[in-house]
């Protein structure tokens, strides 16, 4: 009976929140890397050099950097589905103004390079606190033992957006001269729509706490609460932390710059990806599906490696086996000169890059919960999130001045085992994850 009401549970619950979730994420995930996609077109139309689309790119996420903790505290105060919602829609309008810059930049006459970092710094603020918020609001509807791979079905929105999005958007970028505007801001256009119409839909569909969830049934909600609430206090048994002691906490900064290798091996590629396999002398549009191969690869292992996690019960070699990948798979594509080589070597590190993305984020929930998880996943999403803009701008600048990936990709690698190291040195008290014995009210 217990196990029918948990399964019953469960399936409920995955299959009302995950896919939407998805869609959310994967419009998201799109609309800040298609800046990758319109580079193709849009740097020679605007004047930038890689030095300054790599800081442009990675700008965004100084933004998202100081913005991410006060709002994913305001999403835990105000509820998961008027928080997301403010967020999706400020982020689809801003993303729909990248189509302007020509406008903006003769207007304000700051130029197009300044009016670029100017855009992707008001998107990096709008958009901050989505994806931490998300974790923490999973954190509220699954135990333990389903994070990784809720987590993984949920992040498949990342490689997803890129074997998706890719192909879609080298087809919009064939629009150019329409209504007088070019292929990248119809491509910036048409990919905000869905934010700012999915922004109305999060408001009326999403359900703040497990109480609330009138969809499901009295049992399975008193079930689902008191199975969060019973691991809740085995984890503030251990340590109750507060936001204040979050902050500075040992384990939680350790898994920030774990957290910023993943990312820098992550965003490092996907924003010059486009640009390196065009390199490789085809059309815009074959350049857009090449350069999904490794996402596909990525999508695979994401959700397989998250189940296997969660079968194992066991996450700092699931996390760090997947970095070491990642790694040598960039080593090898600077080193490799081969196009079909060098994609298959991308396709290795795609693998390792989003393999360890859903296992990572059930080392900080294990031990945090409440406020403090909130705070925590906030402030390891945010300092992780700088390498989107140290990894991308390191790249841009060591192209200018070496004329080849090579040294960024190598750099990348570098990264990558860096984090393995320190994932690998982390203390992860795996009784934590285990269900609690006592699984009904009492």
């Known amino acids: 009976m217990l196990q029918d009401v948990e399964a019953r549970t469960i399936a409920k619950v995955t299959t009302r929140l995950v896919p939407f979730l998805i869609v959310c994420y994967f419009i998201a995930y799109l609309d800040r890397v298609n800046v990758g996609f319109a580079a193709l077109t849009m740097n020679r139309d605007l004047g930038l050099t890689q030095t300054a689309f790599g800081f442009g790119a990675g700008i965004f996420f100084i933004a998202y950097f100081i913005f991410e903790v006060p709002s994913n505290l305001l999403l835990e105060r105000l509820g998961a589905r008027t928080w997301i ?3 999706m829609l400020s982020w689809g309008i801003l993303s729909g103004l990248m189509a ?4 903006i930049s003769h207007v304000s006459g700051l130029g197009n390079e300044t009016s670029f970092y100017l ?3 008001l998107l990096g603020a709008a958009e901050a606190g989505f994806f931490p918020g998300i974790i923490f609001y999973l954190t509220l509807w699954f135990p333990s ?7 993984g079905y949920f992040m498949a929105a990342i490689p997803l957006s890129t074997v998706i999005g890719a192909p879609v958007s080298g087809l919009l970028l064939y629009l150019h001269g329409g209504l007088g505007l070019a292929g990248w801001q119809w491509l910036f256009l048409i990919e905000a729509i869905p934010a700012i119409i999915l922004s109305i839909v999060v408001f009326f569909y999403l359900t703040d706490r497990p109480a609330d969830a009138l969809w499901l049934s009295a049992d399975e909600r008193e079930w689902l609460s008191h199975r969060l609430l019973v691991e809740r206090r085995q984890r503030e048994a251990v340590r109750m932390y507060t936001v204040s002691e979050v902050l500075f906490d040992p384990r939680v900064i350790g898994l920030s710059l774990v957290y910023f290798g993943a990312v820098a091996t992550n965003y490092g590629l996907s924003f010059f990806l486009p640009q390196i396999v065009k390199a490789f002398g085809i059309n815009t549009f074959l350049t857009t599906l090449v350069s999904a191969a490794p996402y596909l690869v990525g999508l695979i292992a994401m959700v397989w490696w ?4 969660d079968r194992a ?3 700092r070699f699931h996390a760090a086996i997947p970095l070491f990948v990642a790694s040598v798979g960039l080593a090898l594509a600077a ?4 196009p079909s080589l060098k994609m298959l070597a991308f396709c290795l590190a795609g693998f390792g890059i989003f393999a360890c993305l859903p296992v990572f984020w059930t080392l900080p929930t294990a031990f945090l919960s409440g406020a403090a998880a909130a705070a925590g996943i906030a402030v390891i999403n945010s300092i992780g999130n700088l390498a989107g803009f140290a990894g991308p701008f390191a790249m841009g600048w060591l192209r200018d001045h070496t004329g080849s990936y090579t040294d960024g990709l190598l750099l990348l690698g570098g990264l990558g085992i860096i984090a393995m190291g320190i994932v690998l040195g982390i203390g992860h008290n795996d009784a934590l994850e285990r269900p609690p014995s006592s699984a009904l009210p009492e």
């Open 85 to 87: 919602a403010r967020i």
């Open 100 to 103: 302007s810059l020509p406008w």
């Open 119 to 121: 855009l992707r710094v």
């Open 145 to 151: 033992e389903y994070r990784a791979r809720i987590v």
């Open 306 to 309: 998250g189940r296997r996690s």
């Open 313 to 315: 019960a066991e996450r």
């Open 335 to 338: 080193l490799f000169d081969d």
